[in-house]
């Protein structure tokens, strides 16, 4: 199962990765929203773990977009925020937002999230 | 040209040319330091990455030397304030076992402020139990920074055995770096929430502001109590605080006393105003005359708190607004408006 980690820190994007192939996803990884609208039209991931603030497009924008996309309306999303506030929780499950993580983080409850979203969607 | 001239001359030439050399040098030491740091740091990356994830049992090596743990440190600091959980205990677990905790309590001894308050800043993100007793000596340390950071340490911890000391240095902070107390006092409420309770109820006001602000933002329902004897505080700052705290937990429990505050006309508007807003967002629809009657007084922001508090409670506030809207007084009809559009 490919997931696309999304995040303008590779340190967070290689903690996420290292966690999930060591539970065997396969993972595929964009430092900002730009790339990621990009790796989810040619990638095709099954799940995209979503930083909400970055570079370019932020999270919520990328949520927005693939939305707005027939082709990937349905694409659950785990979204990793700096601090959940009631308004971003809020906005978030607006937009369909499946999982929140808020930051800091233990990639290995990620992980977790990303299985019950998975799950949710099969 | 005199001989004076000459020398002086020659003097200052002199002077440039060690100047340039002391840059030149410690441009190009920076440069070594950076290159050796860019070649050692990538496998330990990787290797710290692959340890946290459970990939590799092993601790990343470090070889031993002051580079090796100087890239891990640094690796390490970025990663702490992202993780948590199991994975932030492993991180602790290779610092501790690269002696990088030790050595940044060895740098607790320097006669340098700046690298006392280097050790001490690290020393508290890294929230090793093995760093427990140079952070306990740190909090006798003269500088101020340092017994800061050395008490924001021993909050992260949590170790109850110093939890009046943390809120002693807490204390002496408040009135002079009231953002450094605040975060001391958040490290505190993750720990020991009863601690900030026990701050409300004990009298020192610019603890109890602190404290207030803070069982208010993180929602520490279970502090409630406190809270609301606050409101009741003497000092405007912490009952101003305490009702806004009051506000974001939602505590029902607080009604009461939150109209006594907001009748209290002895009180300073940004007082009564949070007690205002604080009404409002507890939701309590047997508080609408009440703030009907702050809505029809002349303190500007007591109205735009009220009227907004009104807008919050459902079809009795409204109405109340919606008759205000049609009042005689046109300060009234602005606030009703602006309110209702909200």
Redesign the interface.
Known sequence: VKILVVDD?V??R??IA??L??DGYEVVEAEDGMQALELVRSERPALVVLDKVMPKLDGFEVVRALREDPATAALPIVMLTERTSEEDVLDGLGLGVEEYMP???????LSMRVKRALDRSA | MTAVAAWTAIALLGAIGLLLGTLVHRRVSTEIRRRALARVSPDLDAALIAHLAELDPAFPDTGGTAMGRRALRTTALGMLLELRGPERARLTAVLEHAGIVVESAGHLGSRSPRTRRRAADALAQYRSAASTDALVGGLDDPDAQVRIACARGLAELGDPRYIQRIVEVAAETAPTRGGLAADLLLALAASSPSTLGGMLEEGRPELQRLAAAVVGELRLADQAPALRGALSSANDAVAERAARGSGLIGDAEAVEPLLALLRDHARPWPVRAAAASALGAIGDASTVGALEAALREDEWSVQVSAANALATLGVPGRETLERARADARADLRGHAIAALDR
């Open positions: 820190s340190t967070v290689r903690l290292a966690r192939t060591a930051k800091p983080f233990s990639p290995r409850e």
